[in-house]
């Protein structure tokens, strides 16, 4: 019986996402940063930067084992370019990060901290499944953002409305 090997899985997961989130991040033009659908939604700028920003979370969360909120470092990527760069660094990160982990390794704990404080723990398994998870769904509330401003749709699981093919 074949064993799996989960950082090769999780890896291979997200080498699937990453060209659609590219595509996604490449439309958002920086004059619709500040927009958002309603006054509880968060802006399209914040959302489109949380989209490039996962892939990190889960660098930190395999080299790290933590991020503390109070001393992340926070990106401003003030152009559309410079959002699409750190993105693609945050996925070249990830991918050493998911090649050099062991299954052992994924036992181990991972915190969450707001100024040492800590908010939630989770085995390093568990939180970068929800981080994979979490990345695709602010995909594509990102995806209706664009909609919602004409901005082209990709496709991404299937022909979209703006692309048929795949």
């Given amino acids: 019986m074949e064993t799996i090997n989960f950082g090769k899985e999780y890896l291979s997961e997200i080498e699937d ?4 989130t590219r595509k996604c991040l490449e439309r958002i033009p920086e004059s619709l ?5 309603h006054e509880k939604s968060m802006n399209m700028g914040y ?5 490039a920003e996962i892939p990190k979370w889960v660098t ?3 080299e790290k084992s933590e ?7 926070q990106f401003k990527p003030g152009t559309t ?3 699409v760069k750190h993105f693609d660094e945050n996925i070249e990160g990830v991918r050493r990060a998911l090649r050099g982990l062991s299954d052992e390794a994924l036992t181990e704990t991972f915190f969450l901290k707001n100024n040492g404080q800590v908010l939630y723990s989770a085995p390093k398994k568990e939180n970068i499944r ?11 509330q990102l995806t209706v953002y664009m909609r ?3 901005i082209a749709v990709p496709s991404i699981y299937g022909p979209s409305a703006d692309e048929k093919g795949f």
Avoid: C, M, Q
Avoid at 33 to 37: E, F
């Fill in 81 to 83: 370019a410079n959002l």
């Fill in 67 to 73: 991020i503390d909120l109070a001393t992340y470092p």
């Fill in 33 to 37: 940063y500040d927009w958002k659908p």
């Fill in 47 to 51: 959302l489109a930067l949380l989209v």
């Fill in 17 to 20: 996402e990453i060209p659609a």
């Fill in 130 to 140: 929800s981080s994979i998870n979490h990345w695709v769904h602010h995909r594509g």
């Fill in 60 to 62: 930190f969360t395999i």
């Fill in 148 to 150: 919602l401003n004409n």
